[in-house]
Protein backbone atom coordinates (compact mmCIF):
# COMPACT_ATOMS: atom_id res chain seq x y z
CA UNK A 1 0.00 0.00 0.00
CA UNK A 2 1.48 3.48 -0.86
CA UNK A 3 -0.01 6.65 1.08
CA UNK A 4 0.49 10.08 -0.19
CA UNK A 5 -0.17 12.95 2.17
CA UNK A 6 -0.16 16.63 0.25
CA UNK A 7 0.25 20.23 2.18
CA UNK A 8 0.91 23.75 1.25
CA UNK A 9 -2.26 25.00 -0.19
CA UNK A 10 -4.49 27.72 0.92
CA UNK A 11 -5.77 31.53 0.48
CA UNK A 12 -3.55 33.30 -2.16
CA UNK A 13 -3.74 36.89 -3.65
CA UNK A 14 -3.22 37.38 -7.06
CA UNK A 15 0.71 37.73 -8.08
CA UNK A 16 1.32 35.63 -4.80
CA UNK A 17 3.27 32.18 -4.33
CA UNK A 18 2.33 28.82 -2.78
CA UNK A 19 4.46 25.85 -2.55
CA UNK A 20 2.65 22.27 -2.20
CA UNK A 21 4.36 19.41 -0.62
CA UNK A 22 3.78 15.84 -1.43
CA UNK A 23 5.73 12.82 0.68
CA UNK A 24 4.91 9.05 -0.94
CA UNK A 25 5.39 6.69 2.10
CA UNK A 26 4.48 2.76 1.84
CA UNK A 27 5.37 -0.77 -0.01
CA UNK A 28 6.95 0.50 -3.33
CA UNK A 29 10.30 -0.38 -5.31
CA UNK A 30 10.80 2.75 -6.80
CA UNK A 31 8.92 5.46 -8.32
CA UNK A 32 8.99 6.21 -11.80
CA UNK A 33 6.82 9.32 -12.12
CA UNK A 34 5.93 12.56 -9.77
CA UNK A 35 3.03 14.71 -10.75
CA UNK A 36 1.06 17.33 -9.90
CA UNK A 37 -2.62 17.57 -11.30
CA UNK A 38 -5.71 20.18 -10.54
CA UNK A 39 -8.63 20.57 -10.83
CA UNK A 40 -11.36 23.21 -10.97
CA UNK A 41 -14.91 23.02 -10.30
CA UNK A 42 -16.68 22.03 -13.01
CA UNK A 43 -14.11 20.68 -15.16
CA UNK A 44 -11.40 17.76 -15.50
CA UNK A 45 -8.79 16.89 -14.07
CA UNK A 46 -5.80 18.39 -16.04
CA UNK A 47 -2.33 17.80 -15.71
CA UNK A 48 -0.20 20.65 -14.17
CA UNK A 49 4.03 19.55 -14.44
CA UNK A 50 5.64 16.29 -14.08
CA UNK A 51 8.73 14.52 -13.32
CA UNK A 52 10.55 11.33 -14.50
CA UNK A 53 12.56 9.44 -12.13
CA UNK A 54 15.73 10.87 -14.35
CA UNK A 55 14.21 13.97 -13.59
CA UNK A 56 12.92 15.50 -16.94
CA UNK A 57 10.14 17.68 -16.56
CA UNK A 58 7.13 18.01 -18.34
CA UNK A 59 4.30 21.17 -18.08
CA UNK A 60 1.17 22.48 -18.85
CA UNK A 61 1.06 25.31 -21.00
CA UNK A 62 -0.66 27.51 -18.98
CA UNK A 63 1.39 27.60 -16.19
CA UNK A 64 4.83 27.15 -17.89
CA UNK A 65 7.55 30.34 -16.76
CA UNK A 66 5.55 30.33 -13.22
CA UNK A 67 5.36 26.86 -11.70
CA UNK A 68 8.49 24.52 -11.19
CA UNK A 69 8.31 20.80 -9.98
CA UNK A 70 11.14 19.37 -7.89
CA UNK A 71 11.37 16.79 -5.65
CA UNK A 72 13.66 15.27 -2.85
CA UNK A 73 14.52 11.34 -3.73
CA UNK A 74 15.93 10.87 -0.54
CA UNK A 75 12.76 11.55 1.38
CA UNK A 76 10.37 10.21 -1.43
CA UNK A 77 8.57 13.79 -1.63
CA UNK A 78 7.98 16.13 -4.42
CA UNK A 79 7.48 19.93 -4.46
CA UNK A 80 5.39 22.71 -6.68
CA UNK A 81 6.55 25.77 -6.82
CA UNK A 82 3.41 28.28 -7.65
CA UNK A 83 4.48 31.68 -8.38
CA UNK A 84 2.51 34.47 -10.09
CA UNK A 85 -0.71 32.90 -9.11
CA UNK A 86 -3.55 33.96 -10.97
CA UNK A 87 -7.65 33.11 -9.89
CA UNK A 88 -7.55 30.80 -12.85
CA UNK A 89 -5.31 28.53 -10.79
CA UNK A 90 -7.68 28.21 -8.57
CA UNK A 91 -8.58 24.26 -7.91
CA UNK A 92 -7.53 21.14 -5.58
CA UNK A 93 -4.16 20.33 -6.39
CA UNK A 94 -3.21 16.41 -6.62
CA UNK A 95 -0.45 14.58 -6.26
CA UNK A 96 0.30 11.58 -8.03
CA UNK A 97 2.93 8.99 -8.51
CA UNK A 98 3.36 5.90 -10.97
CA UNK A 99 5.36 2.75 -9.36
CA UNK A 100 6.32 -0.22 -11.41
CA UNK A 101 2.08 -1.81 -11.96
CA UNK A 102 0.34 1.01 -10.34
CA UNK A 103 -0.22 4.52 -9.74
CA UNK A 104 -1.95 6.85 -6.94
CA UNK A 105 -3.37 9.96 -5.84
CA UNK A 106 -3.28 12.35 -3.24
CA UNK A 107 -6.30 13.00 -1.05
CA UNK A 108 -5.75 16.66 -3.12
CA UNK A 109 -5.07 20.28 -1.37
CA UNK A 110 -7.11 23.40 -2.14
CA UNK A 111 -5.60 26.33 -3.96
CA UNK A 112 -7.58 29.32 -4.38
CA UNK A 113 -6.51 32.89 -5.99
CA UNK A 114 -8.31 35.83 -5.01
CA UNK A 115 -8.40 38.82 -7.35
Known amino acids: QVQLVESGGGLVQAGGSLRLSCAAS????????MGWYRQAPGKQRDLVATMSSGGSTSYADSVKGRFTISKDKAKNTVYLQMNSLKPEDTAVYYCNIVVPGSGYWGQGTQVTVSS
Open 26 to 33: GSFFAINV
